[in-house]
């Protein structure tokens, strides 16, 4: 068994902590939450998450060209950390709201940090739908065994969230198409066949 300084992420050794901490976490979900220490504070954290959506931001620019880098690379950083805080932050309040778990936010963005493994391989057609699916059970998993809330709690902490948010862009969208038919633009369907030719 791999002590905890092997196992979990240190960005004082990245070199040493990288590897161990992403196959621990993929290989053994259960085990990994429910051993790892709790987080106090985001630089640990930060520096994982950076590394994470960094890989699939490079390799997509590779493929893209020099010029994308600069580009996508800065916005996939910024946007995927933000998103990340603001989703641990949901999971720590209703944790601790519904459920009475003392999980903070330091700790809960620990845990999506972790979750995001899978999301190295997003780039990947076929894979990456696998991959975010994977990064929703290791965030269940980590609410779970971490953040000691019940199974069909985490589950229903989860589900709530993506209906919230489905409901958010469907009304989004609505607004967009009232506000877009007032002012006198009209979307047909041959508008969006030109564009998958540009």
């Known amino acids: 068994m791999q002590t905890t300084s092997q196992t979990y992420f240190s960005s004082d050794r990245i070199g040493d902590t990288l590897v161990p901490a992403f196959k621990a ?4 979900p ?13 630089s640990n954290s930060l520096v994982l998450l950076s590394i994470y959506l960094t890989i699939p931001a490079l390799i997509v620019s590779i493929f893209s060209g020099v010029v994308t880098v600069i580009v996508i690379l800065p916005v996939s950083l910024i ?5 990340t805080w603001m989703w641990a932050w949901y999971l720590s309040w209703a944790a601790r709201v519904f459920c009475k778990a003392p999980l903070t936010t330091p700790d809960a963005f620990q845990v999506c940090t972790y979750s995001t493994a899978p999301l190295i391989f997003s780039w990947l057609p076929l894979v990456g739908a696998v991959a975010f699916f994977w990064n929703l059970f290791l965030n269940w998993q980590g609410l779970v065994s971490h953040g000691r809330v019940g199974g ?3 589950l229903l902490i989860i589900l709530a969230a993506f209906i919230i948010m489905s409901l958010s862009l469907v009304v989004l969208a609505a607004l967009l198409l009232m506000l877009a038919s007032q002012h006198g633009v009209q979307m047909h369907i041959s508008d969006f066949q030109q564009w998958q030719y540009l």
């Open 152 to 154: 069909g709690a985490a």
């Open 25 to 28: 976490v993929i290989t053994r």
């Open 30 to 42: 259960r085990e990994f939450f429910e051993r790892m220490p709790i987080a106090e504070r985001y």
């Open 79 to 83: 946007t995927g950390i933000i998103a």
